[in-house]
């Protein structure tokens, strides 16, 4: 299992900030239980530092990038994550298109894989980050009002697909790798979202959607719907 480059630093600052809370809790447990006879503290040293290497080792769990293979089809758009399907029905996308779409999202817990793959292949023609608020991924409007980028994928033969990478509550930064007029590689990394979130999908209207809500996907590798045209 390889790492993503977006924990380099987030990894050792963890580590330290929890190794310092661990020592810190040490001592103040001590100190509190100073008047216990015979007290002792061996248990309390292993229970703070159990925990602090825990929660290190979910940190590091985070930034985990699975090791998948690669799938491509120019007829089917795979799931741009990993997480469970939220929404799936007909909205207005007015930011790139301006068309009648269906919308396919999914949402991310924090114990997914955070890594976003590109669900189509083309060239990408359209880039903007949002800045905006920080509710709760699965809100109706968390699409329009949180922090968000928006990314449209020309297809050789399908039109233009477009998604966006949604802030959550807990998310704080979305990293987007896309990049206007270069190439989109279905199924390779397009960016990564920090810590709890969504990713929404606006499809044509003819395409055939293969997911139904609650149901859970895999990032690459399920495919939400196959294009007709």
């Given at each position: 299992m390889k790492i993503s480059k977006e924990g380099n630093a987030i990894i050792p600052v963890a580590f330290a900030v929890l190794g310092g809370l661990a020592v810190g809790f040490v001592f103040l447990t001590r100190w509190l239980l100073r008047d216990v006879p015979q007290w002792d503290g061996w248990w309390i040293v292993a229970f703070w530092c159990g925990a602090a290497l825990v929660t290190w080792c979910f940190v590091i769990a985070f930034f985990r990038i699975p090791d998948r293979p690669l799938l491509t089809d120019n007829e089917i758009v795979f799931s741009p994550c990993d997480g469970t399907v939220v929404v799936a029905e007909d909205v207005i996308e007015n930011e790139v298109t301006g068309e009648k779409r269906i919308q396919v999202s999914v949402f991310m817990s924090v114990t997914?894989?955070?890594?976003?793959?590109?669900?189509?292949?083309?060239?990408?023609?359209?880039?903007?980050?949002?800045?905006?608020?920080?509710?709760?991924?699965?809100?109706?409007?968390?699409?329009?009002?949180?922090?968000?980028?928006?990314?449209?994928?020309?297809?050789?033969?399908?039109?233009?697909?477009?998604?966006r990478q949604v802030a959550g509550m807990v998310a704080r930064r979305i990293v987007s790798y896309a990049r206007v007029g270069e190439?989109?590689?279905?199924?390779?990394?397009?960016?990564?979202?920090?810590?709890?979130?969504?990713?929404?999908?606006?499809?044509?209207?003819?395409?055939?959607?293969?997911?139904?809500?609650?149901?859970?996907?895999?990032?690459?590798?399920t495919p939400l719907a196959r294009l007709k045209g």
């Amino acid at each position: 299992m390889k790492i993503s480059k977006e924990g380099n630093a987030i990894i050792p600052v963890a580590f330290a900030v929890l190794g310092g809370l661990a020592v810190g809790f040490v001592f103040l447990t001590r100190w509190l239980l100073r008047d216990v006879p015979q007290w002792d503290g061996w248990w309390i040293v292993a229970f703070w530092c159990g925990a602090a290497l825990v929660t290190w080792c979910f940190v590091i769990a985070f930034f985990r990038i699975p090791d998948r293979p690669l799938l491509t089809d120019n007829e089917i758009v795979f799931s741009p994550c990993d997480g469970t399907v939220v929404v799936a029905e007909d909205v207005i996308e007015n930011e790139v298109t301006g068309e009648k779409r269906i919308q396919v999202s999914v949402f991310m817990s924090v114990t997914n894989v955070h890594q976003n793959w590109f669900p189509v292949g083309g060239r990408t023609t359209y880039f903007k980050h949002h800045h905006g608020r920080f509710m709760v991924a699965w809100h109706p409007k968390s699409s329009d009002d949180n922090e968000h980028t928006t990314t449209a994928v020309e297809t050789s033969a399908h039109g233009v697909v477009v998604f966006r990478q949604v802030a959550g509550m807990v998310a704080r930064r979305i990293v987007s790798y896309a990049r206007v007029g270069e190439k989109a590689v279905q199924n390779t990394p397009c960016g990564f979202i920090k810590f709890g979130s969504r990713v929404d999908l606006y499809l044509p209207l003819d395409a055939e959607v293969l997911v139904g809500l609650g149901e859970k996907v895999r990032g690459g590798q399920t495919p939400l719907a196959r294009l007709k045209g």
